[in-house]
């Protein structure tokens, strides 16, 4: 029987986790990965069953739970908003009762993060939130992973996010106050990060620049991401006009750290918020960003079901 709503840790944004738990993750994660790598089998997971729910496009959080569950021995269950009740205004507090009675594990891409909530509050089994409106914590736990691979521990670092204030961009915010790292912010007037959006009690971890090439100015990260999020499409035509300062191009990443790294969670749009140059150049690790989704969430998906392993 599983358990009753309530008793299920959930990761539905950063600071659901401590610090602490940070650091055994992205442990695991460099173990699991090694695994991977050596074509270990470590099937931890099986009989256990994934429900992933798209409300939203995806390439990459797809294919990477998918592939990532079928690796530790379990199942997946794919589904859209077009194929269930969810489309025809069955309550999301009734959907989320009736798959945590046959699935272990649910993953949500959303809109509103107060959809994702509401399906946690009346879940048996754990959630993991695969993006929403206001936050992408699967994304940031997968740059953070890579960033260490790179350059070793995040904390003091700086971080500069050249764009919109978006989802993305809410959530470096609370990594850098859970990690202890700041951010330099820069985004064209009308596209700030709000803290309360963000969720972030002390604004001591993050700076804000007009001007991008002063956000990246001793950077160790320069990071960006697209100028439209998903369901944002109506605002294409006046957001190109206001981000086209806001590419990331080599004069930014000349003023960062000479060893700094460039991300982007993609899909990325060359030529707009940032240049080819950069996101196919010698200090772009985008497609380690990409992999490592994967390894990091098989990490997460082993702490929510089996706890501490050893
Ligand atoms: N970065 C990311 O979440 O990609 P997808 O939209 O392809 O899942
Ligand atoms: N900010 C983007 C991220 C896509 C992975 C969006 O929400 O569409």
Redesign the pocket.
């Given at each position: 029987m599983k358990p009753a709503p309530g008793l299920s840790r959930h990761f539905l944004q950063i600071k659901d986790l401590r610090a602490e738990e940070f650091s055994y993750l992205f442990e695991r994660t460099r173990i699991i990965k090694s695994r991977f790598k050596n074509y270990e089998r470590y099937q931890p997971l099986v009989d256990r069953t994934l429900a992933m729910i798209f409300e939203?496009?995806?390439?990459?959080?797809?294919v990477?739970f998918e592939a990532g569950m079928y690796q530790m021995g379990g199942s997946v269950v794919h589904l859209t908003t077009g194929d269930t009740h969810l489309g025809r205004a069955e309550p999301v507090e009734d959907t989320a009762r009736v798959i945590s009675r046959m699935c272990d594990l649910v993953m949500i891409?959303t809109y509103e993060q107060a959809k994702i909530e509401r399906f946690a509050a009346h879940s048996r089994v754990p959630v993991i939130n695969?993006?929403t409106n206001e936050y992408?914590p699967?994304?940031i736990l997968a740059d953070i992973f890579t960033f260490i691979e790179h350059r070793g521990s995040i904390q003091g670092k700086t971080v500069a996010w050249v764009g919109d204030g978006n989802n993305m961009a809410n959530t470096w915010l609370q990594a850098a106050e859970v990690l202890g790292f700041t951010v330099h912010i820069s985004t064209p007037g009308g596209y700030e990060v709000d803290p309360a959006v963000a969720g972030i009690a002390d604004r001591s971890c993050y700076r804000v620049f007009d001007h991008p090439m002063q956000a990246c100015e001793g950077a160790h990260l320069v990071t960006t991401d697209v100028w439209t999020s998903?369901g944002y499409e109506a605002q294409n035509e006046e957001r190109r006009k206001a981000f086209v300062d806001w590419c990331v191009d080599d004069e930014m990443m000349a003023v960062a750290q000479g060893d700094a790294l460039f991300m982007h969670?993609?899909?990325a749009h060359r030529g707009e918020e940032v240049t080819a140059e950069v996101l196919d150049g010698p200090q772009s690790v985008v497609w380690d960003e990409?992999e490592n989704?994967m390894h990091v969430q098989k990490a997460l998906m082993e702490y929510l079901l089996l706890g501490r392993i050893g």
């Amino acid at each position: 029987m599983k358990p009753a709503p309530g008793l299920s840790r959930h990761f539905l944004q950063i600071k659901d986790l401590r610090a602490e738990e940070f650091s055994y993750l992205f442990e695991r994660t460099r173990i699991i990965k090694s695994r991977f790598k050596n074509y270990e089998r470590y099937q931890p997971l099986v009989d256990r069953t994934l429900a992933m729910i798209f409300e939203k496009a995806s390439t990459r959080t797809r294919v990477s739970f998918e592939a990532g569950m079928y690796q530790m021995g379990g199942s997946v269950v794919h589904l859209t908003t077009g194929d269930t009740h969810l489309g025809r205004a069955e309550p999301v507090e009734d959907t989320a009762r009736v798959i945590s009675r046959m699935c272990d594990l649910v993953m949500i891409r959303t809109y509103e993060q107060a959809k994702i909530e509401r399906f946690a509050a009346h879940s048996r089994v754990p959630v993991i939130n695969g993006l929403t409106n206001e936050y992408h914590p699967c994304q940031i736990l997968a740059d953070i992973f890579t960033f260490i691979e790179h350059r070793g521990s995040i904390q003091g670092k700086t971080v500069a996010w050249v764009g919109d204030g978006n989802n993305m961009a809410n959530t470096w915010l609370q990594a850098a106050e859970v990690l202890g790292f700041t951010v330099h912010i820069s985004t064209p007037g009308g596209y700030e990060v709000d803290p309360a959006v963000a969720g972030i009690a002390d604004r001591s971890c993050y700076r804000v620049f007009d001007h991008p090439m002063q956000a990246c100015e001793g950077a160790h990260l320069v990071t960006t991401d697209v100028w439209t999020s998903m369901g944002y499409e109506a605002q294409n035509e006046e957001r190109r006009k206001a981000f086209v300062d806001w590419c990331v191009d080599d004069e930014m990443m000349a003023v960062a750290q000479g060893d700094a790294l460039f991300m982007h969670c993609l899909p990325a749009h060359r030529g707009e918020e940032v240049t080819a140059e950069v996101l196919d150049g010698p200090q772009s690790v985008v497609w380690d960003e990409a992999e490592n989704r994967m390894h990091v969430q098989k990490a997460l998906m082993e702490y929510l079901l089996l706890g501490r392993i050893g």
